[in-house]
């Protein structure tokens, strides 16, 4: 029988969040680089600016993730010198109100990125995810009204 090896959990998450960030990469890479031609020339040129800056953003922020995650995706050992060598470098920050302001599919890119680039620093430093929101129980605090 053959061995198989299989990679630690944290070292699949890595290898997932590797796999996710070249895709996006390269969905960015054909809209900021073609496909969003139309979309560009239907906004006023203050707009097109923040497109150019944002779609800048989002390019680091992933290639950020890739360059952190592609030693562990490859399989290499990770140790304990490692993750103070190869932190998750700080990324630039996008103001999420005024990408709001952006054509739909920049504004779902962009903001995939950002996801990305924070689910990516949360495995880095080990800090767990946010509890989603549950809005049904924030009616438990509540005072009943009389």
Request: hydrophobic share 45%.
């Amino acid at each position: 029988m053959a061995s198989v090896s299989v990679l630690p959990l944290s070292d699949r998450v890595i290898a997932g969040l590797h796999r996710e960030a070249l895709a996006l990469q390269e969905e960015c890479n054909a809209y900021f680089a073609g496909d969003g031609a139309a979309d560009r020339q239907h906004v006023s040129i203050r707009a097109q600016l923040l497109l150019a800056g944002e779609a800048l953003k989002a390019g680091t922020r992933l290639m950020q993730v890739i360059a952190w995650a592609a030693p562990r995706a490859a399989g290499v050992p990770a140790r304990q010198e490692d993750a103070a060598v190869r932190p998750l470098v700080q990324a630039p920050e996008s103001d999420v109100e005024r990408v709001g302001a952006l054509p739909s599919r920049a504004r779902d890119l962009i903001l995939a990125s950002v996801d990305l680039y924070q689910r990516a620093g949360r495995v880095a430093t080990g800090t767990p995810a946010p509890p989603p929101s549950n809005p049904p129980r924030g009616l438990f605090s509540l005072e009943r009204v009389r």
